[in-house]
């Protein structure tokens, strides 16, 4: 047995080689039979199927199987046969089987299938282990490297913004603050507040709600780069649709105009679903039979469909003519209202039948840093809405005229003097620039067909929830 090594599940499914000896390793799915044969289903992650083990009671008795329950880890070596089951071409006809861990069936917590998801959001340390799951966690994989592909194909560099950070660029109460301070024995500062000449940093500091500031700062040196990793927000919103800690992928170009942004969003989009369907595909049609009866065709008619371009002004415009119509919303639609994941909905999947990229929005309710209109009231900002999910992209031009950028954020209340870094950048060798940021979870909601977002990460963070 150990001149063998170990092939993984995925591979033996593949091979033709009948006769010959193999040695797998993995995680017993189920075990029935008979008194002259026992099935065990074996999974060891690689793939969603799993491999039969054929384990005959002239080569094993009772005693030896008793341990082989399901949850239990084993090793087995076996040869491959043809199999005359159903439903699958190989099996393996067991000649040793060695248990590394066993699992008691009356404490372990996946005994039956089906279990619900919110169930299974309890159980956040084993539920990798059920078919759901491991289905959604390799997708997530696979979206990853699609997404590195994506940039990397195009010239554009991986960049590393920083995670902790001083500035607070979307506005506070959203972050999430980051202290040495001993917190029982807090030193108030003179003029109130409280003193941080002794905390870590000398000043109050705090994770990072997006990259974009020093990814913009990037892409005035680089040309073209993209940020990829963890970003927090502490708001109180439990949504399906929202985490405090989440991924956010953020190109950043040089020299693109918000046109060419939104090219770029579509393009990279597409890339990422038709990657899924084209790595995924076994994964995704797990998903598709057990939760989702649309999903592969909800992903195909993406990729045939060019989003629609329209205005936040016409957009609200259509969302007024569907009241009078006698449709009604949660709440109110009118310009300059920022519109809810309800009217984003109203738009993609009545209205249009399509992703709809959103631009043009009231300056009011978008960042400072979006590059203002001749108009005076609007911004051009773009979001990319999808079906089932509302924003999935927000994004926009940059604005790159110092003393627009500067009066804009004193206008909301950014306190400049935080990011005198961030307009220099306009000061010294300004360019138009654009970038959008993308959660990585609101695209997996989409090309897993999940509903809620705490089932596309391992272990999410939420309000009042930190578990594992
Ligand atoms: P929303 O209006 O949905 O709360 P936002 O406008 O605050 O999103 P942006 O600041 O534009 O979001 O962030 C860019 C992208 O990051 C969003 O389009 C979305 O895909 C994702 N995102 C934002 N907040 C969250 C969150 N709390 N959890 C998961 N993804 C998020
Ligand atoms: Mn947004």
Redesign the pocket.
Known sequence: METLGRTKIIDLLRSKDFGTSFLVKGWVRTRRGSKQVSFIALNDGSTIYNLQIVAGSDTFDDEQLKAVTTGACIAVVGTLAESQGQGQEAELRASSITVYGTADPTSYPLQKKGHSLEYLREIAHLRPRTNTFGAILRIRHHMAFAIHNFFHDRGFFYFHSPIITASDC?GAGQMFQVTTLNLAELKKAPCGGVDHSDDFFGRPAALTV?GQLEGELAALALGAIYTFGPTF?A?NSNTP????E?W?IEPEVAFNEIEDNMQLAEDFIKFCIQWALNNCIDDIRFLNDHFDKDLVARLQSILDKTFVRLGYTEGVEILEQAQRNGRSFEFPVYWGADLASEHERYLVEEHFGCPVILTDYPKEIKSFYMKQNDDGKTVRAM?VLFPKI?????GSQREDDYDKLAQRAEEMGVPTKDIWWYLETRRFGTAPHSGF???F??LLLFVTGMSN?RDVIPFPRTPKNVEF
């Not at 649709?241 to 405090?244: D, G, I, M, Q």
């Not at 509302?390 to 927000?394: F, L, P, R, T």
């Open positions: 979307e997006s927000r708001e649709r929202h985490l405090a989440f956010m979001d509302g924003e999935i992209i927000g940021g993308l959660g979870e609101r977002i």
